[in-house]
């Protein structure tokens, strides 16, 4: 009887893993019916839906932050006009974290920080700056998930009633080519379309939808993201619209050519660090988003040079500063579970996070074989835990996809060599011949000044043979006149 009541108490143990309380074992005289016992022996515990899973569930893995990071920091020139589409093989990195100075002026404008292309994802340091013209607006970066990759176009000076067009569904990009010793991070994880990138300390990779022209530093007082499931929603007050500026601050921003004052950012327990789901409401103006107080802060370094670079241009080389590490400080309840919460398992023992102690008679007592024929224990096996095995999955998948991008950035190279190879191959032949056009027509310029000397030296040897012959004649005219006057001295009178 205490054989078959510890395999059905360590059946149903299995199937309550991952709950919020583990279930209270049977009494040592609790007699359980055998058709449960098959049931429990071989069910599956349902997959946990990632939109709604237990804050409890996770709460016992303690958060890891990122390692130091790398960093590009720069001050932009804006461009004045949207600029051309980008097409990007990986994830822009998370938000860093940059407050604010106060602002000069009411009609200064705050134009970062964001993450922009320059061969690798640069921090485009934040600034307050005026409109270069007379009721220019600034128009955030734009990011979208599309494929494998990313569409970037960078923030840029918009003019009055021009409003920002995303680029065309299905328009014709060329892979933005890294820059020498750059790495590839992980392509965009989460669901297609546009999107801003994860607060600050969150895991590589992850995206986070928002609707277009969101402030990216919105995000910045939201907690890490480890698994996808973050969004922002906008908020449209549609009674109040306004666009006032008080001395020192300008109080609204514009998405899609509506004012709004704030987003909603949202977030089920099981995609932030902290295991608690998020539904807050945050400033959607940049400067005051950027001023938000950070769970993990990260900070953005600030340029080692205080000259703009120009904005980004395909196959046109920028001088950029050496990269800067930046640190995440953590707070402490988040890289050590509190009191009171399960420690972490160990890894594929589902059981021992959850199994109280063994007591006499207690159902969970080891004396139970394993090669019993019918024991649940051996036969329930627990199943890997659903956010372990969707963060593997999203680490398989995230593998595939970079390799897949290193094949197709290895064919691309090959390609590209090839054709450079070819293009060398055709300019070396018409170079040759074009020297040897230029042979054949300096030869037959010779030539043709030898036909030229030539003729000059026939004509000069015939005027030197015609004035030879008048000399001839003169000389001969003159002696038959001197004859002919001597003939007629001596002739007789």
Not at 202 to 224: E, L, N, Q, R, Y
Not at 228 to 246: F, L, P, Q, W
Not at 310 to 325: D, H, M, W
Not at 451 to 476: I, L
Request: net charge neutral.
């Amino acid at each position: 009887m205490k054989t078959l009541i510890a395999i059905v108490a360590a059946a149903l143990a299995v199937i309550a893993c991952g709950s919020q309380t583990p279930p209270a074992p049977p009494a040592a005289d609790q007699t359980a019916p055998s058709a449960p016992v098959a049931a429990s022996a071989d069910a599956t515990p349902p997959a946990a839906d990632s939109s709604q899973a237990s804050p409890q569930a996770d709460a016992s893995v303690a958060y890891t932050p990122p390692p130091p990071q790398p960093v590009v920091s720069v001050y932009q020139d804006p461009p004045q006009a949207q600029p051309e589409p980008v097409e990007v093989a990986w994830a822009p990195p998370p938000m860093l974290v940059e407050p604010p100075p106060p602002p000069p002026s009411p009609q200064y404008v705050w134009t970062g920080g964001y993450w922009g292309w320059y061969g690798n994802w640069v921090w485009i340091h934040g600034a307050w700056a005026p409109p270069p013209r007379p009721q220019y607006h600034w128009v955030q970066p734009y990011y979208d998930h599309r494929g494998n990759n990313v569409v970037f176009v960078g923030g840029f000076w918009g003019a009055p009633n021009v409003s920002f067009v995303a680029p065309a569904i299905g328009i014709s990009l060329t892979l933005a080519i890294a820059g020498p010793g750059v790495i590839p991070g992980p392509p965009p994880m989460g669901p297609e379309g546009v999107f801003i990138p994860p607060p600050p300390g969150s895991a590589f990779g992850i995206i986070v939808p928002a609707p277009i022209g969101t402030p990216p530093a919105v995000v910045t007082g939201a907690p890490p993201v480890v698994n996808v499931g973050m969004r922002v929603n906008s908020v449209v007050n549609n009674t109040n619209i306004s666009n006032t500026t008080n001395t020192t601050t300008i109080n609204n921003t514009t998405i899609n050519n509506t004012v709004i004052n704030n987003v909603t950012i949202v977030a089920p327990a099981s995609a932030t660090a902290t295991h608690t789901a998020v539904n807050v409401s945050v400033p959607a103006q940049a400067h005051l988003a950027a001023a938000q107080k950070p769970v993990v802060r990260v900070m953005a370094p600030a340029p080692t040079s205080t000259k703009p670079i120009a904005p980004y241009v395909p196959g046109r080389s920028v001088s950029l500063p050496a990269a800067q590490t930046v640190h995440a400080e953590v707070p402490p309840e988040l890289t050590h579970p509190a009191a009171g919460e399960r420690p972490a398992a160990e890894p594929g023992n589902a059981m021992k996070r959850e199994a109280p102690a063994a007591e006499p008679g207690n159902a969970m007592k080891r004396e139970a074989p394993e090669t019993e024929p019918g024991n649940a224990m051996k036969r329930a096996a627990p199943a890997p835990e659903p956010a372990q095995s969707a963060a593997a999955a999203r680490q398989e998948a995230a593998k595939a996809e970079a390799d897949k991008q290193a094949a197709a950035k290895a064919a691309a190279a090959k390609q590209a060599e090839e054709k450079q190879a070819a293009a060398k191959e055709t300019a070396a032949k018409q170079a040759a011949d074009k020297q040897a056009a230029a042979k054949a027509a300096a030869d037959k310029q010779a030539e043709a000044k030898e036909a030229t000397a030539k003729q000059a030296a026939a004509k000069q040897a015939e005027a030197k043979a015609a004035q030879e012959a008048a000399a001839k004649k003169k000389a001969a005219d003159a002696e038959a006149k001197k004859k002919a006057a001597e003939e007629k001295k001596t002739a007789p009178q």
